[in-house]
């Protein structure tokens, strides 16, 4: 079934106000190399790059970066990064876009990647290295955590799960590790994922202990919400461009809206607006500042 409201969730048709939330992210980055192609990749084919740019991107940046839009607060982020120069770059660059950054250095090269964006606005990534990861023994200042009042976590180990729980809400994707989740044995209020990917793939049945919601994105034809069942995508306002970071885009909308104590479809409805206004710009961070729903 579907909730009770198959369009976008109408709130005396307001725009949407910024929080006064604190909130945290552990997650990764990867430097990207967003390229506009004619067509995508084939055997024996070239294709031809019509726009092309670079900048740190991964679900932890886009998480942070969406939250960071979303409340009156700078947001902490926690990540890792190699000593070298896309390491820097990456720290310069998001600095700039105003998140508190706490950087576990390694001496390991900066993951990098390439995300191919076709006329039609599908798109395919590739990655390239290892995905560097935050953990509690670093010397990060993790009692902040303490303070928080919603924390996302992408990445990391299992000790700082359980450091991470200690706030009001906390939401996981399950590129974090279904087995790391069910080894700590606590219970966290979202876990939020790709139904279509096959790097978050995973079975109600595998999870120890169910989280308050589980929430499975489908992309075009939405997705599932349990408990809550089926829900539908946002029709676009404008032509799709690019799906890079649409779905961390919506995770984020998530965790806001579990934080101010909304319903879950209330919360969805703004998950929706966040990911549908993502996938019409071309690159991880559009501008969301002026979002009806």
Same mark, same amino acid.
């Given at each position: 079934h579907?909730?009770?409201?198959n369009k ?25 190399n ?8 084939k055997?024996?084919i ?26 009156c607060?700078?947001?902490?982020f926690?990540?890792? %990064? ?5 390491? *820097?770059?990456?720290? =310069? &660059? /998001?600095?700039? +876009?105003?998140m508190?950054?706490?950087? @576990? ?13 076709d ?12 995905? %560097?990861?935050p953990?509690?023994?670093? *010397?990060l200042?993790? =009692? &902040? /955590?303490?303070? +928080? ?5 992408? @990445? ?39 139904? /279509? ?46 799906s ?22 209330k919360?969805i ?6 990911g549908?206004?993502c996938?019409e ?11 009806y729903?």
């Amino acid at each position: 079934h579907y909730f009770g409201y198959n369009k976008d969730y109408i709130l005396n048709k307001s725009k949407f106000e910024k929080g006064n939330f604190k909130f945290a992210v552990i997650g990764h980055i990867e430097w990207m190399n967003f390229l506009k192609v004619d067509n995508l990749p084939k055997p024996g084919i070239i294709s031809h790059s019509q726009k092309s740019f670079e900048i740190p991107a991964g679900g932890g940046s886009v998480i942070a970066k969406t939250l960071n839009d979303l409340t009156c607060n700078k947001v902490h982020f926690f990540t890792s %990064l190699g000593k070298d120069f896309y390491g *820097k770059r990456s720290y =310069e &660059i /998001l600095s700039k +876009m105003g998140m508190n950054l706490h950087v @576990a250095w390694r001496d390991k090269p900066t993951r990098k990647g390439f995300s191919l964006t076709d006329k039609k606005g599908e798109r395919s990534i590739t990655v390239i290295g290892e995905r %560097l990861e935050p953990k509690l023994n670093d *010397k990060l200042n993790w =009692e &902040i /955590l303490r303070d +928080m009042d919603g924390i996302f976590l992408t @990445a990391g180990d299992l000790n700082l799960l359980k450091k991470a729980r200690t706030s009001k809400i906390l939401c996981v994707t399950p590129r974090f590790g279904i087995d790391k989740l069910n080894q700590s044995k606590i219970k966290i209020d979202s876990l939020i994922g790709s139904n /279509l990917d096959p790097g978050e793939s995973y079975l109600e049945k595998d999870l120890k202990i169910k989280p308050r919601f589980i929430i499975k994105t489908e992309g075009e034809a939405g997705g599932l919400c349990i408990p809550g069942g089926r829900y539908q995508a946002s029709e676009l306002k404008n032509q799709k461009i690019d799906s890079y970071g649409c779905g961390d885009s919506f995770a984020a909308g998530i965790l806001y809206g579990l934080t101010s104590e909304w319903d879950i479809e209330k919360t969805i409805s703004l998950a929706k607006v966040l990911g549908r206004n993502c996938i019409e710009h071309f690159g991880p961070y559009p501008e969301i500042l002026n979002l009806y729903f």
